[in-house]
């Protein structure tokens, strides 16, 4: 893998973010943490979280071309200055959504659930980044630890649009789609003053 | 990722396996070994392969339900008595290839290249299975060794199908898919009598 793609999100004592809510959407619960840092590769040896999540940018899975073309034109980037309030969700999807072909899948997720119209609507209010991890290899150091989430997403958004944030969870969870999601961590975030 | 899905292709002195062919067929070359072990999950500390290569099984990313109908009717397993012969053929795509949406990139592996017919059409005779490198986490005890390669393919095959197996990769190389293959390393294996 190319470097660059890889990202750590480490909840613990410390960290960049502090931690206001860790709401449990679905499934086994996470650890309240106080703090979280988001890493550029793997944690550094000196910072002991309580936990770790992993995953790696990666190619557009569903998107077409004629979508993507939509979503640049309206997309910002992450880490605006404005751009205080932030949320980490990490979801799982269950074996039926595994078992499913390419064309089954982009039909729930897109033609019936509108996922990435969805998205679309809240841009560039609401900036993202979508991380896989459930192919990410066990790492040597725990081979008996396989990865327990499928996505990481990371979003930020100034506080004037954090109502718009609720909206656009809510309007995700309630499709087709998330019937498939059997574990979901609701994890929000806010940047320190001066940081 | 739950178990099962990480494979590992140790090249060395020992293993099940002998190396009896390893061509570069573009990019650079891998060390020529003698032997090849293929392990479900890491290889065990007591081998000392010269080489390791690694992978995962994973979902669909391209395949129909229609085709996947047609693959399951015909398909065999690994393993076959046998199916005495083997390749395992790593390669990686390009900067172009990964940059495509999936409309784009299922246009050419399957309504230009026939990729998906290409392998329907050689079955049950090869069987072969699909390991997804590209997305693999960087171990923490070699966090600066990426994968070298974004898929291995194992297959397997009885030594009267051997002919047929060389039509199989030559019908592939010539697609305009394989114009996205920046590396490719065509590596065949024997298994020892009596393994």
Redesign the interface.
Known sequence: ???G??FSFAGGPAGSWSVFKIATVIGAALPIVERLEILD??PPADIAPQWVL?G?T????????A??GLLVAKQAGLGRPQAKLGAVIPIRKNAAW?????????AILEEQSHHIHTGLKYLPAIARRLH?C??????????EA??PFDFITLFDYAPEHAAAFEDLVGELRATEEWKYVDREIDIRIARERGK
Do not use: C, F, I
């Not at 595994?98 to 982009?106: A, C, F, G, L, V």
């Open positions: 893998m190319d470097s793609r890889y590769g793997h992993r790696v990666s190619n557009e899975r569903y998107v077409t071309r979508e993507k595994w078992s499913m072909t390419q064309d089954e899948r982009r896989h459930r192919d990410l290899g066990r790492d040597l150091a725990t081979p396989p990865e």
